[in-house]
């Protein structure tokens, strides 16, 4: 994962961070995918940072690999799912107005310990995230 980028809406013209920059954090546990990134002192930066802030862009999605025979499809609740046992690489993950995954959410703070009060009151949740204040 050293070379994963966060996207504004999946647009690779639209980085927000690197990690071989080290802009960027990733971190997995048995919940999921976690991220904080530096967010650039830039135009879509402050305007990403703002919408995040406000409300108005609230969830995630990735552009990922699947490795060979590393999803399987079974109905839920008359739904089509597929669950995804191995990823063979991770490129991007974009924060977005439509996210594609619904248990996805992220978040503006200023420091740790303001994270760290918003995990525990949203731990309900599969995967959080948090931009750090610029």
């Known amino acids: 994962m050293s070379k994963v980028l966060v996207l504004y809406d999946h647009n690779y013209a639209n980085v927000l961070g690197r990690v071989d920059a080290g802009t960027l954090n990733l971190s997995i546990d048995k919940v999921g995918l976690k991220f904080t990134v530096q967010v650039p002192d830039t135009s879509l930066g402050r305007d990403?940072?703002?919408?995040?802030?406000?409300?108005?862009l609230k969830g995630m999605s990735f552009g990922?690999?699947?490795a060979k025979g590393g999803d399987s499809w079974n109905r839920m609740n008359t739904k089509p799912t597929r669950t995804i046992n191995k990823i063979e690489?991770?490129?991007e993950i974009s924060i977005v107005s439509?996210?594609?995954?619904?248990?996805?959410?992220?978040?503006?703070?200023?420091?740790?310990?303001?994270?760290?009060?918003?995990?525990e009151q949203n731990y309900r949740q599969k995967v959080i995230y948090y931009l750090d204040h610029m």
């Open 48 to 56: 990403v940072y703002a919408n995040v802030k406000a409300g108005n």
């Open 64 to 66: 990922f690999t699947v």
């Open 89 to 91: 690489k991770i490129n």
């Open 98 to 119: 439509m996210p594609a995954y619904d248990d996805t959410s992220v978040n503006v703070t200023r420091n740790f310990d303001s994270f760290k009060k918003y995990k």
